[in-house]
């Protein structure tokens, strides 16, 4: 049914790939997100919180370097152990704090990068223009429908972005201590389609921001476009809610010739996506030109 659809989209539509650690740690995790471009002057939809990632490494780095110097200004004043204790409670540093990101722009464009981010007010969208490249990398970009009202519960549609990673090309490097990316791995994410029906629509303060679809927003694809099957836009995925469905298990069952005594809490996990009409709002407030049709 979305064949065609996920062709087209799949045209705009490109990862990011993530890698981090945490303090003190070595090994480097990886992550995705998606983004859309919307026309040939660089700009681009995902969503306020893959923005937040993305503005992250340059506050990591400079959290970092304050840490740092605060433990060579307080070095061979007080004991080692003391001194990197009270450091660390200061700038918040534990097992589970990011300690450093790297982010990438995958099949977006030549030359240097540089972007600016624009972020929605009232929910989780963001706009991104690229800027100082030399050529972008997408010769197509989505066409949004002009009349909204059948985006009703009912409208079957379809998801795309790049929810499970599988780039290699990233190390760990003892002798600077920092996230390499590297020549040798693989460095491309496969896309990976979700269809849904939608199921409500999600409203704040009286007003329609969004709906919800009867199939989760899987991770990595917050920022990707929600499409028909002829690859026209109606939203974009931002998130997952999880609905407690009440049928919770306590069951004894044979696995293997064993009996096993099942414990289990059942949730309906579904996805939920901003609404065209807002995102088509948030363009003209910032002027940035579109296709509708």
Request: charged content about 25%.
């Given at each position: 049914m979305f064949t065609e659809g996920i062709e087209i989209v799949g045209g705009f539509t490109r990862p990011i790939h993530s890698v981090s650690r945490n303090y003190g740690s070595s090994l480097v995790q990886r992550?995705?997100?998606?983004?859309?471009?919307?026309?040939?002057?660089?700009?681009?939809?995902?969503?306020?919180?893959?923005?937040?990632?993305?503005?992250?490494?340059?506050?990591?780095?400079?959290?970092?370097?304050?840490?740092?110097?605060?433990?060579?200004?307080?070095?061979?004043?007080?004991k080692e152990k003391k001194l990197l204790k009270e450091a660390e409670k200061k700038f918040g540093y534990s097992k589970s704090a990011v300690f450093e990101v790297h982010n990438r722009f995958m099949n977006c464009i030549e030359g240097t990068l540089g972007f600016e981010i624009i972020k929605h007010s009232g929910v989780d969208a963001a706009l991104i223009r690229f800027k100082g490249y030399t050529k972008l990398l997408c010769d197509s970009f989505p066409v949004f429908p002009s009349d909204t009202s059948s985006?009703?519960?009912?409208?079957?549609?379809?998801?795309?972005?790049?929810?499970?990673?599988?780039?290699?090309?990233?190390?760990?490097?003892?002798?600077?201590?920092?996230?390499?990316?590297?020549?040798?791995?693989?460095?491309?994410?496969?896309?990976f389609p979700i269809e849904g029906m939608v199921t409500r629509r999600l409203s704040a303060h009286g007003k329609v921001f969004g709906f919800e679809m009867s199939t989760p927003g899987l991770r990595g694809q917050s920022g990707g476009p929600v499409f028909d099957a002829e690859g026209k836009v109606w939203g974009m995925q931002f998130g997952t809610k999880h609905l407690d469905l009440n049928f919770d298990v306590d069951q004894e069952v044979?696995?293997?010739?064993?009996?096993?005594?099942?414990?289990?809490?059942?949730?309906?996990?579904?996805?939920g996506c901003i609404h065209i009409d807002i995102l088509k709002s948030f363009m003209k407030d910032n002027r940035v030109q579109f296709s509708e049709a």
């Open positions: 992550g995705t997100a998606t983004l859309f471009f919307i026309n040939n002057d660089g700009w681009a939809f995902t969503c306020g919180h893959v923005a937040d990632l993305l503005g992250a490494p340059r506050g990591l780095r400079r959290k970092a370097e304050a840490f740092q110097k605060e433990l060579s200004d307080r070095r061979g004043k007080e985006l009703q519960p009912g409208k079957f549609l379809c998801r795309l972005g790049f929810p499970f990673p599988e780039f290699t090309n990233f190390a760990y490097d003892e002798n600077t201590d920092k996230i390499i990316w590297t020549d040798t791995g693989r460095p491309t994410t496969p896309r044979l696995r293997q010739g064993m009996k096993q005594r099942i414990r289990d809490s059942a949730f309906l996990h579904v996805g």
